[in-house]
């Protein structure tokens, strides 16, 4: 079945530093979707992306769609605490509109203040 | 802002039970989802519903689960007989256009 991993599975950083998940899919996607879930929350969704190569920015937060629709990123640029989190992507394989998220396997974001 | 709902927010039950999670999608939404997330491990698909049927399930979802939307505004997942590894929090999601919607969850402990 398919397989949705991310890497990497804990990252610290200090306040101010720019983070990256990376996200990779066994299968070819529809498109990909990015979830955040803080701490005791559920998954609230950040963006989706479509198109192959395309790259959507959300203030500091930068996110890219590989070529080959396999892979995908996401970028944080100067961390703040608000950023604290389990960031999660989520693979897409459409069928009729029936629109399965297939999760990574999350990245868990703390900052160092 | 239209949310979705799920009640209870925390179940408590023995093995062997059956359990009743419910949800309230947002209203004019038309696909319908059930999630589960063991402790610190990644969201798991269980079952997609739409048009009153269920659409596509995992095989998670087996005989012990089945989901219902009883009237027009809820939308059920039962549990027939509860295992120790059925702990979870289930979330409930429903989706319009491109984005899926997901409910704060219920957190379900079997003992």
């Known amino acids: 079945g398919q397989q949705v991993m991310q890497i990497p599975q804990y990252q610290h950083v200090q306040e101010g530093e720019d983070f990256t998940t990376y996200c990779n899919s066994s299968?070819?996607?529809?498109?990909i979707q990015w979830y955040k879930q803080r701490p005791g929350g559920h998954p609230v969704f950040l963006i989706q992306l479509v198109k192959s190569g395309e790259v959507k920015k959300q203030k500091r937060l930068t996110f890219q769609f590989g070529e080959a629709k396999k892979n995908s990123s996401l970028h944080i640029t100067a961390t703040q605490t608000t950023d604290v989190g389990t960031y999660f992507c989520?693979?897409?394989?459409?069928?009729?509109?029936?629109?399965?998220?297939?999760f990574g396997t999350g990245t868990r974001l703390t900052i160092i203040p | 802002e239209p949310e979705v709902t799920q009640t209870p927010s925390h179940q408590v039950t023995q093995m062997g039970q059956e359990v009743i999670l419910r949800c309230v999608p947002i209203?004019?939404?038309?696909?319908f989802y059930w999630y589960r997330q063991i402790l610190g491990q990644k969201v798991e698909f269980l079952v997609s519903f739409y048009n009153n049927e269920i659409s596509e399930k995992s095989e998670i979802f087996d005989d012990q689960f089945s989901v219902e939307r009883p009237d027009g505004s809820n939308f059920t997942l039962k549990i027939r007989s509860t295992k120790l590894e059925d702990s979870a929090m289930y979330f409930c999601a429903s989706y319009m256009r491109y984005e899926q919607f997901f409910g704060p969850g219920t957190r379900l402990t079997v003992l």
């Open positions: 989520a693979g897409v394989i459409s069928n009729f509109g029936n629109e399965k998220l297939t």
């Open positions: 299968t070819t996607l529809s498109n």
């Open positions: 209203s004019n939404h038309l696909y």
